[in-house]
């Protein structure tokens, strides 16, 4: 296996903190998708997100898909903040791909954003708080 197929959903999609890191392996963006509706997602000290898959109460998670050389996985798992790791991820359209995911106890005690749908529509909304623009 030369390359696998890796789901993203915060600060390794294009545009943002940690993109870098999938830019300096080669790793080639293939899509926006969305997760099927089995995860929660959390802000983790307002830095990173952290997305678990649930039994109940889940949603759509909106993500980014890239193609990864699987020589170059390991250095962009080692980069990623403590707590994040590798596991398999539903998305919407059925297909199981490998994606980051956070461990239960990264995620306890910190605010949850499910109803965000998304890293960048949180990071969007905490924007235009922060500004007082309100829509």
Known sequence: MS???LAVNGTLMRGLELNGNLLAINAKFIKEAKTAPHYRLWSIEDRHPAMQRVEQ???SVELEVWEVP???L???LMEEPAGLCIGKIELSD???VLGVIGEAA????QREITEYGGWRAYCADRETTMSGTTT
């Not at 990264?106 to 005690?109: I, N, P």
């Open 3 to 5: 390359s696998l197929l």
């Open 74 to 76: 390991a250095s962009v």
């Open 57 to 59: 109460g889940g949603v």
């Open 70 to 72: 699987a020589g170059g």
């Open 106 to 109: 990264l995620c306890e005690g």
């Open 94 to 96: 059925g297909e199981t």
